[in-house]
């Protein structure tokens, strides 16, 4: 008689035969989340806004994989329908959803336009949340699959000048949560995972200033900042047959950010 713990097996954690799209991956961390995928044996489909794709396309079929491309705006009803249809033309199926585009403005709070709350909220929650409808009429038919959103360290605290893109981080833990209860049943899990302070080229210039670096490490338990592969592994994980129970969790991958007083 097997006991349950001999199911158990190394290859949950392979992504070999799935297909995966990740939102805006032809840049920044989403293609630290596309050539995750890669490496665990995924094929990728990536719709983008801006046109540099040779850097992601190089990386993804070095693994030996397929990588598709979609260029439009993920704020239109209609680009957001046709990902989800031509990634189906192209693999047959889809099976991993990474909400990972999105874009912040900053500016004072008296005067914020309302143009910046408007493309922001638009992109970095309303997207989500109808991508996410359109990609579940597939995972349905095939029988389940994964949503992987991207929260933030604002998705529980807050910061000057950018209200909508904390409005929307703290908005995208919710519809993680109600994705996953009503996705779940066929077997569909939602997660998110919130990436704490990264050394980016983003912030490159940030750091060069002792007292906001120095301040910012102080609150991180591991003592660094964290990089781009501190991420990767996580959302493997997410995206794996090894986390089919784990449904409507935030994951904070912040080196204990929030642990340090």
């Not at 670096?213 to 794996?240: C, H, P, Q």
Request: hydrophobic share 40%.
């Amino acid at each position: 008689m097997s006991v349950p713990f001999e199911r158990f097996s190394m290859d949950w954690f392979s992504l070999k035969g799935r297909v995966a799209m990740v939102t805006g991956a032809n840049q920044g961390l989403g293609m630290g989340y596309a050539v995750a995928f890669a490496k665990a044996g995924a094929d990728l489909f990536i719709p983008h806004f801006t046109e540099e794709i040779g850097e992601i396309q190089q990386l993804v079929e070095k693994e030996g994989h397929k990588i598709h491309f979609l260029r439009g705006d993920l704020t239109d009803r209609n680009y957001r329908k046709a990902c989800v249809d031509e990634c189906v033309r192209e693999y047959g199926r889809l099976d991993i959803l990474v909400n990972n585009a999105g874009v912040s403005f900053f500016a004072n709070f008296d005067d914020y336009p309302e143009e910046y709350w408007n493309r922001c909220i638009d992109l970095d929650f309303n997207a989500v949340y109808f991508l996410s409808k359109e990609a579940a009429k597939v995972m349905k038919a095939q029988g389940g699959g994964k949503i992987i959103n991207i929260g933030s360290a604002l998705s529980y605290t807050s910061d000057r000048k950018c209200p909508p893109y904390t409005a929307a981080k703290t908005g995208v833990l919710g519809i993680t949560r109600n994705f996953a209860n009503e996705l779940g049943p066929y077997n569909i899990q939602t997660n998110a995972i919130c990436p704490g302070f990264l050394a980016t080229e983003v912030n490159a210039e940030l750091r060069k200033d002792p007292a906001f670096y120095n301040k910012i490490t102080n609150r991180i338990a591991a003592g660094r900042w964290g990089e781009l592969d501190d991420l990767m592994g996580a959302m493997v994980f997410l995206a794996s047959r090894a986390s089919d129970y784990i449904n409507g969790v935030d994951l904070n991958i912040d080196g204990g950010f929030f642990t340090v007083l």
